[in-house]
């Protein structure tokens, strides 16, 4: 079904490791977003693309990488998992950036880092 | 300063009541969007209502409507006649600098 979809919906990994975290979207949008959701913070933006091959930093990106080889995906990896980075994560796509420019979110992934 | 603010982190309110969760923010510019983004359990993000600052009119969309107040720098959600099913975490959102700046969010239970 057509939509945004994130993968996996649960994660427990631990200090030091490697994790990625999968985002797809089907309708070709050019933009794509991830976001973290913390308890007093809201929602601030990791990372977000423009098209393939190009991305850029957001709020708070230390400690992630993101790639775009594909339009339709957009993996975030946490080289090196810290518990800091214990979170809800959001990807979100939009058609463009233009204001007003709707973002549609994925279900989110939550991932305990112990 | 916080750019986008939501004074009330929590609230409850008795089924069919009419509610109202306020947003404040900051923002130079003269024309921009403003959100409220629904989370309901599920966690997946929900867009409930969008305005455009030059618009005057106030944007509704059945049951939610919103004060649009662009001199304050206020934006409140309205919800009548509260279901059980608008239990959520509700997002207040600012749309600038080519970025989608969240407030804390207001978690709301509809009490039956």
């Known amino acids: 079904d057509a939509g945004i979809t994130q993968s996996p919906r649960y994660k427990i990994t631990e200090t030091g490791r490697q994790v990625t975290l999968m985002c797809h979207q089907t309708?070709?949008?050019?933009?794509m977003f991830w976001y973290r959701q913390d308890l007093g913070h809201g929602l601030r933006l990791i990372y977000y693309?423009?098209?393939?091959?190009?991305?850029d930093k957001g709020e708070v990106p230390d400690g992630y990488v993101v790639s775009r080889s594909k339009t339709e995906n957009f993996p975030l990896t946490l080289e090196s998992a810290t518990r800091s980075q214990t979170s809800v994560y959001f990807c979100?796509?939009?058609?463009?950036?233009?204001?007003?420019?709707?973002?549609?979110f994925g279900a989110g992934t939550r991932l305990s880092v112990l | 300063a916080q750019t986008v603010t939501q004074s009330q982190p929590e609230m409850s309110v008795q089924e069919a009541e009419t509610v109202t969760l306020s947003c404040t923010y900051d923002?130079?510019?003269?024309?921009?969007?403003l959100f409220w983004y629904k989370q309901p359990p599920s966690r997946q993000m929900i867009l409930v209502i969008r305005?455009?600052?030059?618009?005057?009119q106030n944007a509704t969309e059945n049951r939610f409507s919103v004060n649009f107040q662009k001199a304050a720098k206020s934006f409140s959600l309205k919800i009548s006649d509260s279901q059980l099913g608008d239990t959520a975490m509700y997002f207040c959102?600012?749309?600038?600098?080519?970025?989608?700046?969240f407030g804390k969010g207001t978690r709301l239970h509809i009490l039956p």
């Open positions: 979100a796509s939009s058609e463009s950036m233009r204001e007003g420019d709707i973002q549609y």
């Open positions: 309708w070709s949008h050019s933009y």
């Open positions: 693309s423009a098209a393939a091959d190009i991305t």
């Open positions: 923002t130079s510019e003269s024309n921009y969007y």
């Open positions: 305005q455009e600052a030059y618009k005057q």
């Open positions: 959102a600012l749309d600038r600098d080519d970025k989608i700046i």
